[in-house]
């Protein structure tokens, strides 16, 4: 098949979740191409050359089977690129528009290339001002003009219905280090390397309390720090942007890490203290290691922890102390704990890799055109 996925500027998950589609299918002989910004191109190694723009979509949309967005911005873009797009089987010889209503693709008559919207976080747009107004309209255009739209998370889902879209069901993604984690023996590595790494950041090593996260305000980085002044451990914040913090107070500032593995497997706890995550690829990769998780009951995070991990409910203001009490009621309790991380280690072993998630990908897109 041949595949145009659309990006807008991105400096997490969803960057990584576009690399790691593209590289799967592209292994599996599929042509695939990527619109976005430099800056995320070269972040993430994403192939090609061509800008995330309505003339370069257009153009390039032409000759795909079909078109994959991630994220609102970068639907928006595609929706209004692939509006009177014809697929290249519906087309003359000659590039225009057949003269006739053809079967669509997606079994519609225009013609029009199929459009897949995957949302990767809240559609911004509900409210009375002009500014939301119109934002909140411009949603429900993508959303009605998609023919399908996928949440990473279940609240995304029903976001993407109550705005008008035709059909709509979860996609989930996967983190690539979730593999290697379910295959490392966590207690033979935090044995043998885990006073090591934490001596080396002068860090204590007992308890060690986690946060991995870059510095932006829906990651609850002032919540954590504010949770971390008096609570039980030694708490660490690991990520990118943390040159614009003054200070972290009792919080451990660590920096940035290529390799997040080997503070999942050092942590005695993973904060996740987000004011709203979807499936959070480190929630995953803690699990996956074997570590406990405390986070707050937002977003798709009750679909991945329900059962396996500690939620705090509440508004994000007052969520300091649910957050520093519940990490000591983990470490307060490590066989309990432990248990709980058995568990959610167990069920991470059930989760799609990312060859299987390409594989069900290329499942949609099929379905879609109508390509064997």
Known sequence: ??????????????????????????????????????????????????????????????????????????????????????????????????????????????????????????????????????????????????DLVTGASSDLVADALALGARRAELAEVPSPRVP???????????????????????????????????????????VLAAAADGAPGTWGLVGPGQETLTTGGALHLLGEAADVTPWLLAADVLVVPSEWEARALVVQEAMAAGTPVVARRVGGLPDLLDGVGLLVDGPQTEAAGPLARAVGAVLDHPERAARAADAARERARGWDGLESSATRWVLRYRALAHVT
């Open 180 to 222: 290697a984690l379910l295959a490392t023996d966590r207690a033979a590595w935090r044995a043998e390397h885990r006073d090591a790494l934490l001596a080396a950041h002068e860090v204590s090593g007992a308890p060690f309390v986690l946060t991995i996260a870059r510095v932006a305000p829906q990651k609850g980085i002032d």
């Open 1 to 146: 098949m041949k595949v145009l996925l659309c990006l807008a500027s991105a400096a997490g998950g969803i960057g990584t979740h576009v690399a790691d589609l593209a590289r799967s299918m592209h292994a599996a002989g599929h042509t695939v191409q990527v619109a976005t910004d430099a800056a995320t191109r070269a972040r993430f190694d994403l192939p090609g050359q061509v800008p995330l723009t309505v003339a370069a979509v257009r153009e390039l949309a032409r000759g795909a089977d079909v078109v994959h967005a991630h994220g609102f911005r970068a639907g928006l873009v595609s929706a209004v690129a692939t509006g009177a797009v014809a697929t290249t089987a519906q087309t003359t010889t000659t590039g225009t528009a057949p003269t006739t209503a053809q079967p669509r693709r997606g079994g519609e008559p225009d013609g029009r290339v199929p459009l897949v919207v995957s949302l990767h976080n809240p559609v911004r747009g509900a409210g009375l001002s002009p500014r939301r107004l119109v934002g909140g309209l411009a949603a429900r255009a993508v959303m009605r003009r998609a």
